[in-house]
């Protein structure tokens, strides 16, 4: 299975990394090595084999799981290669037990790009799907036709599956493209296809139960998979929602008021000051230039006995690039700036370089939260 999402938040540790096609990160996800192991152990039984050495045979089944990593990356790239030549950019493509997720920085603009961007993969990979068909044809030796066919039915599989209609699907991309260009209302779209993929969710939970329930131990794999896509659908009803808060949110109107200090005054001291007026607290040099802000994170390390004799600017951030925000930010802009530089708090500026304030992460996070 396969995704294309937008990374909202400096995502976990992706796994290995193996290069970078087109200039993209590449991992494998050690979940990965289960789906290797899965397929080496099937290929090698199959019956055109059988007349085969057991190295020979587990030689093939190798062969047929390296396949099949290179299908679905090839996959992956077709929908960055569509998204790279519409200038938007891939932080990196993940291959993993149930497929590949290529990370777009940001979502595409108009239905038209949504489309393009979510058909290129399945198309890549039904064009190697049809190269898998001819080869098996033409193959010549069993070895050659079983990975010929290996290679046409695992990709065939992989281009008619993900054009299935619900996120988090190829198909429910493009299913919200085409509500999102009929009706012109995105959101609207995503909450569509979201559903649309928890239904097909369902069924495909139901049908594998039916199969597990029969004595058909194999279909374990399709009930994992309908609960990744019933997660990945929910996910994207979850997204949905924070989009419809984003035109509320603005810089000038998230930054609390600053207290300024010195480096050298006491935790304590900093915190009792800023408490009394719910103000953020911004570290200034000996000529009131801001020169810090203070971490969050660092401060909730510090036990609260020891903070009278620890100073303000060993808890605190320096004001580097990314870190000093135009207070004129809104919206998605916003989440950009906080993605680029992740922090847990920043100075926001007007546009003559004077102090608005400080801004605190966990206020974007409350101000874009259901309870919000």
């Known amino acids: 299975m396969d995704r294309v999402t937008s990374s909202r938040s400096e995502p976990r540790s992706p796994g290995l990394f193996v290069g970078r096609p087109l200039g993209i990160p590449v991992h494998l996800s050690p979940s990965l090595l289960i789906l290797a192991v899965v397929v080496t152990a099937q290929v090698a039984e199959h019956p055109d084999l059988v007349s085969r050495s057991g190295g020979a045979r587990a030689a093939v089944g190798m062969a047929a799981a390296a396949l099949l990593g290179v299908s679905i990356l090839l996959h992956e790239l077709g929908h960055s290669a569509v998204a790279l030549a519409m200038g938007i950019p891939i932080r990196r ?12 920085t940001r979502e595409p603009d108009t239905a038209a790009k949504e489309f393009l961007v979510s058909i290129a993969g399945p198309l890549v990979s039904l064009i190697i799907g049809a190269v898998g068909v001819v080869g098996v044809d033409r193959a010549s030796g069993p070895e050659a036709h079983v990975l010929f066919g290996y290679l046409a039915f695992i990709n065939l599989l992989l281009g008619f599956f ?16 085409a509500v999102w260009q009929v009706g012109g209302d995105r959101d609207v779209a995503t909450r569509v296809a979201a559903r649309a993929g928890i239904g097909l969710a369902v069924l495909l939970g139901a049908a594998g139960l039916y199969a597990v329930a029969t004595g058909d131990e194999s279909s374990l794999i399709t009930l994992l998979i309908a609960l990744f896509m019933f997660g990945g659908a929910r996910s994207s009803l979850a997204q949905s929602a924070v989009a419809r808060r984003l035109p509320s949110l603005s810089l000038r109107a998230l930054a609390r008021p600053a207290l300024s200090v010195s480096a050298d005054l006491p935790l304590a001291e900093a915190l009792r000051r800023a408490a009394a007026d719910d103000l953020r607290l911004l570290v200034v040099d000996a000529d009131g230039t801001p020169s810090a802000v203070l971490s969050t994170a660092a401060v909730d390390a510090v036990p609260p006995e020891r903070r009278p004799w620890v100073p303000v600017g060993s808890v605190s951030r320096r004001l580097v690039q990314g870190l000093v925000l135009d207070a004129r930010l809104e919206g998605e802009a916003v989440l950009e700036a906080l993605r680029s530089t992740p922090a847990s708090e920043y100075l926001v500026v007007d546009d003559a370089g004077d102090v608005v304030g400080v801004l605190a992460t966990r206020d974007v996070v409350r101000r874009l939260a259901p309870q919000s």
């Open 93 to 104: 493509i993940t291959l993993f037990l149930f497929g590949g997720i290529a990370e777009i």
């Open 162 to 177: 993900n054009l299935l209609p619900g996120l988090p699907l190829d198909g429910g991309r493009v299913l919200r493209a």
